[in-house]
C-alpha cells in the first residue's frame, strides 16, 4: 500500500493554518526536506522527525502514518473526551446500550 504520510503531513498542516516554512521552523527540519515529505519523494524519516512533526501539528504519529480516512481520524473535543470516559466506567452491555440510546437520540436530529 502506497504511502500517505506525506499527504496526511499537507492535510494536517492545511487543517491547522501553517505554512510549510512555519512547520519546518516548528519540527527542526529544512523547508526542503517538508515539501520532499509532502510529495512522498521521500519517505525516509527517523522516528524523532516525525514525532517533531506531529508535536508541531498538534496530532499523533500515527495519525500521519496510518492510511484511515480523514473523518475517522477527526479529534474528540473536551466533551466528546468527558463523554467517552463516563461511558468506560460502565461494564461493556450497559455501555452497548447506553451508546445506543445516544445514537437514538443523535438519528432523531437529522
Known amino acids: ?3 500517505l504520510l ?3 503531513i499537507q492535510k494536517r498542516r ?5 505554512s510549510q516554512a512555519e512547520l519546518a521552523e516548528k519540527a527542526d527540519i529544512s523547508i526542503n526536506f517538508l515539501s520532499k515529505l509532502e510529495r512522498n519523494k521521500s ?8 514525532y517533531l512533526i ?4 498538534n496530532t499523533s504519529m500515527e495519525s500521519l502514518v ?9 479529534a474528540t473535543g ?17 455501555r ?5 440510546y445516544i445514537i437514538g437520540i443523535l438519528e432523531k436530529r437529522h
Not at 492545511?14 to 501553517?18: P, Q, T
Not at 452497548?96 to 445506543?100: A, C, H, P
Open 14 to 18: 492545511k487543517a491547522v493554518g501553517i
Open 96 to 100: 452497548e446500550m447506553l451508546s445506543s
Open 66 to 74: 496510518d492510511n484511515m480516512p480523514a473523518p475517522e481520524k477527526q
Open 78 to 94: 473536551p466533551k466528546q473526551s468527558e463523554l467517552n470516559a463516563l461511558l468506560n466506567t460502565y461494564p461493556l452491555n450497559e
Open 43 to 50: 519517505t525516509r524519516v527517523s522516528s524523532d522527525t516525525l
Open 6 to 8: 506525506g499527504s496526511n
Open 1 to 3: 500500500m502506497k504511502s
Open 54 to 57: 506531529a508535536k508541531a501539528l
